[in-house]
């Protein structure tokens, strides 16, 4: 991969995003590819004995992160597509003995850094990944993950903070993998990719249903690996012993093209959100119909126009159909806007509401009752300096920006740079008014 190209991906200089609010959206708005549908099939390239490619992979940190840790395992990688152009074409290879190892350094700054323990465990026959540790989203355990490759016969020990895995053989066997907030997305992603190489059929019972499980089992299956059920709760997964080469092409990113769908309902005008797969967001659209935003839904696109009064609404989010943890934050945003009490009832992270404080120095007037923030909606916002504190939290303070009097300053915005690409500038087009710059305050 060209030094420049990833150096620019990598980007770690302190910026901030000012703001200056009021204006109203209009126009069109192009979605990039997904993020969290990449993720796992970039560690799933670990089991191809032949080179794969990957197409409109998103040029975002995360993705970077990624392709690092791929490289410190001993895996070819290489990068076509500048960082500014919507989507890379990454060529990786893995011939030959890899590393084992992901050390605490790479996991900590994504958590994500997980998946490659499926894989290196399938091809290496053991894996040493450290714990991911505590998130600004709350615990995140990866019990269940250990869970599905113990009883692929894996030997699983924590030892000083890492896991270490091994496997002379996996063989398939039938697990179940929910817990007490529902499917684990990654987990059940970790166990199809071990899976995949293990002799015999391997069936997840609980298994997630996100479109970026089915991604991935599309994936797999290019590389010749059968899969069957991806995107139910049973997921079958014939194993193989050698693993072909694919030429892919990631999909859509649903939580960016509904990122901008709230984004027209906050602050449209009229915004067209192109190239995204509606059929993904159902749960959206319902909310939108109960917030009274008329929106017109497409083969590969949504229309959404703003109106000057919205309807709160009562919302809890749950795993895939259900309203995304990962649309929460930015809903809470545009229910600052609507005219009463709108409640937000978070059912897969319960300690998800950083951004709650943040948005209330915007003006808002949030609380939050255990799982559930109680939303005042229908006062003014006011422009002031925000700090983001993760992903999601970045892109709701963004959105309260767009609509708050004067000018807000968001910092720390490395966050928004791991899941959006380039939003300022995709905002921008669509007549926001939005600068990066270097933040002269350091945090
Ligand atoms: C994925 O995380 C996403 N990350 C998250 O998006 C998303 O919020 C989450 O799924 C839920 O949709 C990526 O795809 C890279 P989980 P994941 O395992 O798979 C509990 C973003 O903003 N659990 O499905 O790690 C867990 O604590 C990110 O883009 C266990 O109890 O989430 C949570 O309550 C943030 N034990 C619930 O399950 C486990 O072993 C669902 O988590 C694993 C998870």
Redesign the pocket.
Known sequence: MPAATISRMGNTQVQQLEIHGGKVLNGTVEISGS??GS??ILFASILAEEPVTLRNVPPLS?IHTTLKILSELGLSVESQGEVDADGLTIRIAAAGELEATAPYDMVRR???S??CLGPLLARQGRARVSLPGG?A???????????GLRALGADIRIEHGYIEARADRLVGATTYLS???????????NVMMAASRAEGVTTIEGA?C?P?IRGLARFLQALGVPVEGAGTHQVRIEGQPNLRGADFTMPPDR?EAGTYILTGALAGGEIRVEGCDPSELRSLFDVLERMGVPHEIGEDYVIVTGVPRLKPVDVATL??PGF???LQAQLMAVLTRAQGIGLITEK???D?FMHVAELNRLGARIRKEGPTAIIDGGHRLSGADVMAS???ASASLVMAGLIAEGTTRIHRIYHLD??YVNMEKKLNRLGAKIERIHDESGV
Not at 137 to 147: A, E, F
Not at 179 to 189: D, E, H, Q, R, S
């Open positions: 993020k969290n993720l796992p995360d994504m958590r994500a997980i998946c998130c989203i709350g615990d995140r355990p990866v019990d269940l993950h250990l869970k817990g007490p907030f529902g499917p684990t997305v990654l987990g059940t992603a997630a996100e970026e939580i795993p895939f995304p943890t990962d897969v992270y319960p998800r993760d992903l999601r791991r899941g």
